[in-house]
């Protein structure tokens, strides 16, 4: 077998409910992460964060990447940034990245290195990620007010998010509790 079929398959196919989260791929690694980033993260999870999103690595090759989204309504991603570059693209609900609206079908690229945030609509957003690389860093630069205000919004948003059963586009529907 050439080495090219061994990195990248001719032609594969892939199922959502087969793909690992971000965290159990591995595909994704943290860089320079500074002290109140990590303590901010640990009180973010504290209050309940994780409940307020559904990652999964559909696709990962040592040269490409597609990952699916879904964060629930107001779910606010910190200002970070990727060694790599990054093609988005809405499927389903909104999302406001700076002054923007995005909806479905639209998108946005941001180069590597540069740093963004947005925050998903009131129905949630999902987004799918495609990158030319398999394993990427990322590096949060969001801050003190940050972290306390997602805090603050995760312990709020509890109950709203456990009613999120089912996904904008309806991609992924969740049983009650799960």
Same mark, same amino acid.
């Given at each position: 077998m050439s080495k090219r079929a061994q990195e990248q398959p001719p032609f594969a196919i892939f199922r959502r409910a087969d793909a690992p989260s971000l965290e159990e791929s591995g595909i994704m690694s943290t860089a320079g992460m500074a002290e109140v980033d990590m303590g901010g993260i640990g009180e973010t999870i504290e209050a309940g964060v994780e409940r307020g999103y559904v990652n999964? !690595? @559909?696709?990962a090759t040592p040269k490409f990447? @597609? !990952?699916y989204l879904w964060y629930k309504s107001g779910f606010p991603l910190?200002?970070?940034s990727h060694n790599v570059d990054c093609l988005y693209v809405v499927i389903g609900g909104s999302l406001r990245i700076g002054t923007e609206d995005l909806g479905p079908g639209d998108g946005f690229f !941001?180069?590597?290195d540069v740093p963004y945030a947005y925050t998903a609509g009131e129905k949630g957003v999902e987004v799918l990620e495609f990158r030319s690389t398999g394993t990427f860093d990322i590096k949060l630069l969001a801050?003190?007010?940050f972290w306390r205000k997602t805090a603050e919004r995760a312990r709020s948003k509890q109950a709203a998010w456990a009613a999120e059963e089912e996904s904008p586009s309806r991609i992924i529907v969740q049983a009650a509790g799960s």
């Amino acid at each position: 077998m050439s080495k090219r079929a061994q990195e990248q398959p001719p032609f594969a196919i892939f199922r959502r409910a087969d793909a690992p989260s971000l965290e159990e791929s591995g595909i994704m690694s943290t860089a320079g992460m500074a002290e109140v980033d990590m303590g901010g993260i640990g009180e973010t999870i504290e209050a309940g964060v994780e409940r307020g999103y559904v990652n999964k !690595v @559909l696709y990962a090759t040592p040269k490409f990447s @597609l !990952v699916y989204l879904w964060y629930k309504s107001g779910f606010p991603l910190p200002r970070h940034s990727h060694n790599v570059d990054c093609l988005y693209v809405v499927i389903g609900g909104s999302l406001r990245i700076g002054t923007e609206d995005l909806g479905p079908g639209d998108g946005f690229f !941001v180069g590597a290195d540069v740093p963004y945030a947005y925050t998903a609509g009131e129905k949630g957003v999902e987004v799918l990620e495609f990158r030319s690389t398999g394993t990427f860093d990322i590096k949060l630069l969001a801050g003190d007010a940050f972290w306390r205000k997602t805090a603050e919004r995760a312990r709020s948003k509890q109950a709203a998010w456990a009613a999120e059963e089912e996904s904008p586009s309806r991609i992924i529907v969740q049983a009650a509790g799960s």
